[in-house]
C-alpha cells in the first residue's frame, strides 16, 4: 500500500508543494462520495492560477508605470503644472480636497505629474488635513468622517457559512441520495402494502439515520469552520507605529486610515499605499504584489509605497493615502484567500487510503448485493414463479440494494482525510492557547516528525530583556549594572569621552527617545538598542539634545552580514563624522585609534588591542553580548551617495549587554534530547558568549563541535558532512551560513528541521526548513510571513510544547485510523460472508448507517483530539521516511479484525442455540444480538485503539473529556435503538442477561488486543 499511495499520492510536501503534485492526486481519486465535503479543506487551485495571474498583470502595470513616470518627470522638469482635479462636493463638504479614487491613480500608476500639480507629499498631506511631522488629530468624529470619505484598511473576506450550508454539503453524499431515493421507495411501497404506520418503518428508520449522520457530520465540520476562522482572526494581529497628534503610537494596521504617518524599518510590511516622507536607504522587495525580485529603491525622487510590499533595507516614515480594497494588494488579497492553503501531506496520503478502499468497498458491494439478488432469483425460479414478483419481492431486492450501498458508505473511509483536520485544527485551536500560533495545517503534522531544531540564541533561549552590565570605556573596566555604578563611571570617564560616547549611542541607534501622551519618555527600538538607550540616558544624556546638534546625512542599519550599523553626522562647526558599532572583535579590527585614559586619541598599539581584545573575550565568558562603538572624522567631505568608510576608525570603548536565560530552558532541552530531538544554536553573537549560553542551556556537551560562520563556509562538502552531524554551536553566522546548515541537514542528511528566525535575514532559512518558527515578540513581519508557527512569548519552551502537539497529532491520527480500518475490515468481510454463505446480511442499512457514525465522526472525535502527555516525548521522532501505516498498525487491525469476525460467526452459527432462541422472533433477537455486540466490540475497541502499543489504555482517560462524552452517547443512543427504535432500526428490546453478553464480548475484545500487542510487529 505504502508503495502506491508513494506513486500516486506522494510529491505532496509540507510547504511549498509544485502544482502538478496538488493536480496528480485530486485526479487519480475518482469518483468519490462528496466532494464538496472530501475536497473541503484544500487548495483551490483555479483561484491560485487567477492570484499569479493578476501579480504578472501587477509587475507589468508597475514596469510601465515606472517608465512612464520616468519620461513624465524628465518632461515636467522645470515646468509649472496646474491641476484640472476638481474636488467632489462630498469629498469638500467633509473638509478635504482630494477623493480616494484621485489619491489611488497616483500611488498605483507611479504618477509623478499628477503627484506635482497637487503639489508634491505635502500638498497631498494639506489636502488630506494632517501633518507630515505630527501626523492625524485623533478626534473621533473626524476619524469617522476620513473613514466615511477614504474607506477602512481591510480586504474583502469572504462571509463564514452558515451551519445550514454544512447540512446541505453533508447531504450531497453519492451514497446518502441513493439511500434516501431507497427510503423514498420503502416508504411508497410499504404503506402500498401494508398501510400506515407499519409499513412506513422500514423507509422512515432510514431517513432518520441519514439526518441523524448529516446533522452530525454537519455540526463537527461546522465547529472546525470556527476554529479555522479564529485562527485567522489571530493571524491577521498586526501592530505599526504611527505618529498621532504628535505622539508615536502603536496600533492595528486595520485601524490605519489616509493621512496617517507611518514609521516603517527593516522587516516590515508596508500596510497600505502611501507616499515617502523621509527615511534613509529605503528597499523596497515588492515581489509579493508583482512576483519580481530585484529590490526597488524608494525615496524622494521615486516616493511611492505599496501596501503588502516589504521593507528589505533602511527606514522611513509614509504618508498613508490608499487603503484597503483599493489598493492592488487589497485585489490580490480577496483572491489569495479564496485559494486556501495546501492540503498536508497526511490529508493526500489518508486520500489515497480512502481512494483504495473505496474501491475494494465499491467491489464487494457489487458482489454482495449480486449474491443476494441471485439467491432470490434462484429461490423464485425454483418456486417456478420467476416471472410472478409481489410488492414483497420487491421490497427485498430495495432492501439488498440498500445494504449493498450501505457496505459502500462503510467501506469507503471518506472521514480518514477529514479527521486530519479536525486533529490539526482541535491541535492548532490549544497550541493557541500555549502561546503558538499555527500559520499554516501542515506545520502540526510537520513538527511531530522533526529530529533537529536549530535555534537563535537572543530572545529564543534569553529572554530578550538587555541592560548594560559592564563597560570599557577610555580603559576603564567597570560595573555599570545599577545608577550608582553608571554614576562612578561617568566621574572616572572625561568630559570629552563622555561627549563623544553620548553622540555615538544617540545618532548611530535604529531606536529612538519619544515622549508619551502622558509626558514620560519611552524608549523604542529592538532590545539591544534599547539597552544602549538606556545606558546612554542613565548617563546623563539628552536624547533630543544631542541629535539636535547634529544633521542626520546618512543612515545604514544594521545588517547580520556585516555585523555592524553606521551612520554619518554632520557637524555643527561643518566637518563630517561616521560613528560605528556592532560586533566588538569586526570593529575593533576596523580600528587604528582609541580614546586613551585622559580622553586624547591615540594609535591603537598592539598591547591596547591585547587588553581590548581580552576585555571581549572575559565579557562574552560570562555570557555577555559585546558590542564596540567607534568614530571617523572625515575631512574630505562626504555626500549620501557615498558608502560609510570601514576602516580608520577611533575606538570609544565596549559594553557587555546581559540577557538572561529563560527560566525552563535546559529543562526543555533535556525533553528534546530524549526525543532524539537535536537542538542546534545558530548566533550572530561572539563564539565565547554562544559557548557560554549553550553550555548553560545544556545544548553544547563535551562531544559537540563550536563553530564561527566565517570557517563553516570556508569549508567543503566533505568537511561539512564529517562536521555537520557533531555541530552544537555556529556563532557569528550570516544568513547565508543558516540557510547552508538548514540545507544539508535536510537534502544531505535527511533530517526534517525545524528553524527559528526573527529577522529579515532569516526569511531564506525559515523558507528553505521543513518549519519555520518566527518569534512573535520581536519577529519582523517579513520573519512572520515566511514562518509555518509564530512563537507568540519567543520563548524555547514553547518550541519543545509544539513539537509535542505535533506528535499528539500524528500519533491520534493513526490511533483513528487503525480503529476505522478495523471496523472497515470486519464490516466488509462479515456482510459479503453472510451475503455468500446464509443469503441475508445480519446487519440491516439502518443498523450499518449507525456503525458508520460510530466509526466516522464520532470515532475521530474520540480519537483525534486526545491531548499530548509526556510519554510523546521519551520517543524517537518519525523522520522523514517512516510509514504512517505501520506494521504495529496492521498487526493490531488484523488481530482485531480476526476476533470479531469469529464472534460474528459463531454467534450466526451458534448463536440460538447459545441464548436458547425460539419461536417467531428468534431470528430478529439474534440479529439484534449480533447489532448489539458488534457495537460494543467498536466501543472497547476505540478504548484499545487510545494506545498501539501499550497495555495500559486507560491512562488519563478521565482527562479526554470528548472521549468519554463520545463514548458515552455512544452508549446512551445504542440503548435507545435497541429498546425502544425496534421498529425503525430492526431490532427487538434484550433481556438484562443478553445485554451483559454482548457488553461481554465487547470488553473480550480488550484482553485480545492487549494480547495482540504482546506480539511482536
Known amino acids: 500500500m505504502e508503495s502506491y499511495l508513494s506513486q500516486n499520492f506522494g510529491g505532496v510536501k509540507a510547504k511549498n508543494s509544485p502544482d502538478d503534485a496538488l493536480l496528480r492526486w485530486r485526479k487519480v481519486c475518482g469518483v468519490v462520495k462528496n466532494p464538496k465535503r472530501r475536497f473541503r479543506f484544500t487548495a483551490n487551485l483555479s483561484k491560485r492560477f487567477e492570484a499569479a495571474a493578476m501579480k504578472r498583470s501587477n509587475h507589468e502595470k508597475l514596469r510601465v508605470a515606472v517608465l512612464v513616470s520616468k519620461a513624465a518627470l524628465q518632461f515636467i522638469h522645470g515646468i509649472s503644472l496646474h491641476s484640472e482635479y476638481t474636488v467632489p462636493s462630498e469629498v469638500k463638504s467633509a473638509g478635504f480636497q482630494i477623493c480616494a479614487d484621485e489619491l489611488g491613480s497616483i500611488v498605483e500608476g507611479h504618477d509623478v505629474k499628477k503627484l506635482k500639480t497637487h503639489g508634491g507629499v505635502t500638498g497631498i498631506a494639506e489636502k488630506l488635513s494632517t501633518s507630515p511631522t505630527d501626523g492625524l488629530a485623533t478626534s473621533e468624529d473626524r476619524l469617522k468622517c476620513r473613514e466615511n470619505i477614504y474607506g477602512v484598511n481591510k480586504f474583502t473576506e469572504s462571509p463564514l457559512r452558515s451551519f445550514w450550508v454544512f447540512v446541505w454539503e453533508a447531504l450531497q453524499d453519492m451514497t446518502l441520495m441513493i439511500l434516501a431515493v431507497c427510503a423514498f421507495v420503502s416508504l411508497v411501497v410499504g404503506i402500498a402494502t401494508e398501510g400506515w404506520p407499519k409499513g412506513a418503518h422500514d423507509g422512515l428508520g432510514i431517513v432518520a439515520s441519514i439526518l441523524l449522520v448529516v446533522f452530525v457530520t454537519a455540526t463537527s465540520d461546522y465547529r472546525q469552520c470556527l476554529q479555522f476562522k479564529d485562527l485567522d482572526t489571530e493571524k491577521k494581529k498586526i501592530t505599526i507605529q504611527v505618529t498621532r497628534d504628535g505622539f508615536r503610537q502603536r496600533i492595528s494596521i486595520y485601524e490605519l486610515l489616509p493621512g496617517d504617518l507611518v514609521h516603517l524599518a527593516i522587516g516590515d510590511q508596508v500596510p497600505a499605499d502611501g507616499l515617502f516622507v523621509s527615511g534613509f536607504s529605503l528597499l523596497i522587495n515588492e515581489s509579493s504584489l508583482t512576483g519580481e525580485s530585484e529590490p526597488v529603491s524608494v525615496n524622494a525622487d521615486n516616493p511611492f509605497l505599496l501596501s503588502g510590499t516589504k521593507v528589505q533595507d533602511g527606514s522611513c516614515k509614509m504618508l498613508v493615502i490608499t487603503v484597503g480594497m483599493r489598493t492592488q494588494w487589497g485585489k490580490l488579497m480577496a483572491t489569495l484567500s479564496e485559494g486556501g492553503d495546501d492540503e498536508t501531506p497526511l490529508q493526500v496520503k489518508l486520500n489515497g487510503v480512502a481512494t483504495i478502499i473505496g474501491k475494494i468497498g465499491l467491489f464487494f458491494a457489487v458482489i454482495t448485493f449480486a449474491v443476494l439478488a441471485q439467491t432470490l432469483v434462484r429461490q423464485k425460479y425454483g418456486e417456478g414463479l420467476l416471472l410472478s414478483w409481489s410488492a414483497d419481492d420487491a421490497m427485498k431486492l430495495l432492501e439488498y440494494f440498500a445494504i449493498a450501498v450501505t457496505i459502500v458508505v462503510v467501506a469507503v473511509p471518506e472521514g480518514l482525510p477529514l479527521a486530519v483536520t479536525l486533529s490539526l485544527a482541535f491541535a492548532m485551536k490549544k497550541m493557541m492557547n500555549d502561546k503558538a500560533l499555527v500559520r499554516h495545517l501542515a506545520a502540526c503534522e510537520t513538527m511531530g516528525s522533526s529530529t533537529t531544531i536549530c535555534s537563535d540564541k537572543t530572545g529564543t533561549l534569553t529572554t530578550n530583556h538587555m541592560t548594560v552590565v559592564k563597560a570599557c570605556i577610555c580603559g576603564n573596566i567597570k560595573e555599570v549594572g545599577s545608577q550608582e555604578e553608571v554614576k562612578s563611571l561617568s566621574r572616572q570617564i572625561p568630559d570629552v569621552a563622555t561627549k563623544m560616547l553620548l553622540q555615538s549611542i544617540f545618532n548611530n541607534t535604529g531606536g529612538e527617545v519619544v515622549t508619551n501622551q502622558d ?433 495500559n489504555v486507560f491512562r488519563g482517560i478521565l482527562e479526554n473529556y470528548v472521549f468519554v462524552a463520545v463514548i458515552f452517547c455512544t452508549v446512551i443512543f445504542q440503548i435507545i435503538i435497541v429498546q425502544f427504535l425496534g421498529d425503525f432500526a430492526n431490532t427487538t428490546p434484550l433481556t438484562l442477561s443478553q445485554w451483559f453478553s454482548c457488553v461481554l464480548f465487547g470488553f473480550l475484545g480488550m484482553p485480545i488486543a492487549a494480547a495482540i500487542k504482546m506480539i511482536p510487529a
Open 519 to 951: 509626558g514620560k519618555l519611552n524608549i523604542l527600538g529592538t532590545p539591544t538598542e534599547t539597552a544602549l538607550l538606556e545606558f546612554g540616558l542613565s548617563l546623563g544624556g539628552d536624547f533630543q539634545g544631542v541629535r539636535q546638534e547634529t544633521k542626520l546625512v546618512k543612515v545604514e542599519p544594521f545588517n547580520s552580514t556585516e555585523k555592524r550599523m553606521g551612520v554619518v553626522i554632520q557637524l555643527p562647526a561643518g566637518g563630517f563624522r561616521a560613528h560605528t558599532k556592532g560586533a566588538s572583535e569586526i570593529i575593533l579590527a576596523a580600528c587604528s585609534k582609541v580614546l586613551d585614559s585622559a580622553g586624547n586619541v591615540v594609535p591603537l598599539d598592539e598591547a591596547t588591542a591585547a587588553h581590548l581584545t581580552s576585555t571581549i573575550e572575559s565579557f562574552a565568558n560570562e555570557s555577555l553580548r559585546t558590542l564596540c562603538l567607534a568614530y571617523l572624522d572625515i575631512d574630505n567631505g562626504f555626500s549620501a551617495d557615498e558608502h560609510i568608510p570601514s576602516s580608520g576608525y577611533t575606538c570609544i570603548g565596549i559594553v557587555g549587554i546581559k540577557d538572561p536565560v529563560r527560566p525552563g530552558v535546559k529543562e526543555s532541552v533535556a525533553i528534546c534530547r530524549s526525543a532524539g530531538i537535536t537542538v542546534r544554536m545558530v548566533t550572530g553573537d561572539n563564539i565565547n558568549t554562544a559557548k557560554a549560553i549553550a553550555r548553560e542551556c545544556g545544548i553544547l556537551t563535551d562531544d559537540g563541535l563550536a563553530i564561527e560562520g566565517p570557517d563553516f563556509r570556508n569549508k567543503s562538502l566533505e568537511e561539512m558532512m564529517d562536521l555537520i552531524p557533531k555541530l552544537q554551536v555556529m556563532a557569528r553566522s550570516s544568513p547565508l551560513d543558516k540557510h547552508t546548515l538548514v540545507k544539508h541537514l535536510r537534502t544531505t542528511l535527511n533530517e526534517v528541521v525545524a528553524v527559528t528566525g526573527d529577522g529579515t535575514n532569516d526569511a531564506p532559512a525559515l523558507h528553505e526548513a521543513d518549519i519555520g518558527l518566527a518569534m512573535g515578540i520581536a519577529g519582523t513581519e517579513v520573519a512572520k510571513e515566511s514562518a509555518d508557527v509564530i512563537i507568540l512569548d519567543d520563548n524555547f519552551s514553547t518550541i519543545v510544547t509544539v513539537a509535542k502537539w505535533g506528535r499528539s497529532v500524528y500519533i491520534n491520527i493513526q490511533k483513528f485510523v487503525q480503529f476505522q480500518l478495523t471496523v472497515n475490515v470486519v464490516a466488509l468481510i462479515v456482510n459479503f460472508s453472510s451475503a455468500c454463505f446464509t443469503g441475508q446480511a445480519p446487519l440491516t442499512a439502518v443498523q450499518l448507517l449507525w456503525v458508520n457514525m460510530i466509526m466516522d465522526t464520532l470515532g475521530a472525535l474520540a480519537l483525534a483530539t486526545e491531548p499530548p502527555n509526556d510519554e510523546l516525548m521519551k520517543r524517537s521522532p518519525v523522520g522523514r521516511t517512516g510509514n504512517f501505516i505501520t506494521n504495529v498498525m496492521w498487526r493490531n487491525i488484523f488481530g482485531q479484525a480476526l476476533y470479531q469476525f469469529i464472534i460474528i460467526w459463531y454467534l450466526q452459527a451458534e448463536g440460538k442455540h447459545l441464548f436458547q432462541l425460539e419461536g417467531p422472533n428468534s431470528d430478529l433477537t439474534l440479529n439484534t444480538l449480533i447489532f448489539n455486540s458488534f457495537v460494543f466490540r467498536q466501543v472497547f475497541n476505540e478504548i484499545s485503539s487510545r494506545e498501539m502499543d501499550k497495555i
